[in-house]
């Protein structure tokens, strides 16, 4: 199954909360400076050693920023804070000075480092211990206060968080779908292919089918472009109801589709584009004959690069069109040659 994951809206998220944690492991470290200066002259040895040991904590997420790719790092500043405010807490108490002020500090970070359902689990448990804490430090009242306004801190975070991750959501929908036939786009598909081609890949060969519509242009010229459209729409949605929910389906430009499978046997692309093509053939649309043309290519790792595979289905396609349309031709490696079944039975088993 290909693992379209790691597209560039995820880079672009982490490469943003990489420059947050940045920024604020800096900020951290001034602030830390500053208070260690000031409680040493004050005489508060305690709490000018926990500064020190936060400016050292920071001091080490800024060179792990620095130095580990940048999903890691973003996660090691905020895991670092999440986990040094338990023990700030813990550490008030054991002193017997009031800490509780740094607990609103608690939510937002739990927000850049988990999903919203965890941080809002999180940051209830959390709440709990620190108000815990604080009841053995201050009044009642105090307590009920620090709880309060703590409580509506989780409020507004979560409902931000919760309002920020379908946002994203929709807007990652969209950059990465084609609006008219809601396959995956072009860019998705470049993207598909540079995950491929990392050196951090463990594929080992994927096949590649191009499926073009036929007479298109004459589609659209004689019912109209709305027809075309929908014929585009329509026949998306036949392709994908034949393919396996992990197997991606890319609208490749046009009236073009295509299909990647990663790690499939040799006869897998084929025998599916044979499917593929005959369900197209036998299917209603609205009075409209349609049929599709494809070609398949096979790439192999470390037998030439996948635009080598690439043009093989583009050949192959061609093929298919000059020999008739309406049927599937797969690349043969071994001759440089075509092969095809030239009948047009249909057969969808």
Not at 249 to 259: I, K, M, Q, S
């Amino acid at each position: 199954m290909l693992d379209l994951r790691r597209d560039s809206f995820s880079q672009l998220r982490d490469v943003l909360r990489w420059r947050v944690a940045l920024v604020l492991s800096v900020l951290i470290s001034v602030l830390m400076v500053i208070l260690g200066g000031l409680n040493t002259r004050m005489g508060l040895a305690d709490t000018a050693l926990l500064a020190w040991v936060v400016l050292g904590i920071a001091v080490v997420c800024i060179l792990g920023l620095l130095v580990l790719p940048k999903a890691q790092g973003g996660t090691l500043f905020f895991l670092s804070i999440a986990l040094l405010l338990v023990v700030v807490m813990a550490f008030g108490l054991y002193h017997g000075r009031n800490m509780q002020h740094w607990a609103y500090i608690f939510p937002p970070v739990l927000i850049f480092l988990v999903r919203s359902g965890p941080a809002l689990a999180g940051m209830i448990v959390f709440g709990a211990y620190a108000s815990a804490v604080t009841a053995l430090l201050l009044p009642a009242i105090e307590v009920v206060r620090f709880a309060s306004g703590y409580g509506l801190l989780v409020c507004f975070m979560y409902t931000y968080a919760l309002l920020q991750e379908r946002a994203a959501s929709m807007l990652r929908y969209h950059s990465d779908h084609d609006a008219l036939s809601n396959c995956l786009n072009r860019r998705t598909f470049n993207e598909a292919l540079e995950a491929l081609a990392s050196p951090r890949s463990t594929a080992r060969s994927c096949t590649f089918l191009l499926i073009d519509i036929d007479h298109f242009k004459s589609i659209n010229d004689q019912h109209g472009h709305l027809v075309g459209d929908r014929i585009i729409t329509q026949v998306a949605a036949e392709l994908g109801r034949l393919l396996d929910p992990g197997t991606p389906l890319f609208r490749y430009g046009g009236e073009e589709f295509a299909v990647m499978l990663v790690d499939a046997g040799d006869e897998v692309g084929p025998a599916l584009g044979e499917r593929l093509r005959a369900h197209v053939a036998a299917c209603d649309f609205q009075g409209v004959q349609v049929t599709v043309s494809i070609g398949v290519g096979r790439w192999h790792a470390g037998q030439g690069g996948l635009s080598v595979a690439l043009d093989q289905a583009d050949q192959a396609l061609y093929d298919a069109k000059r020999g008739g349309r309406n049927r599937s031709v797969a690349f043969a490696p071994s001759t440089g040659a075509t092969r095809s079944d030239p009948s047009p039975a249909v057969s969808l088993h």
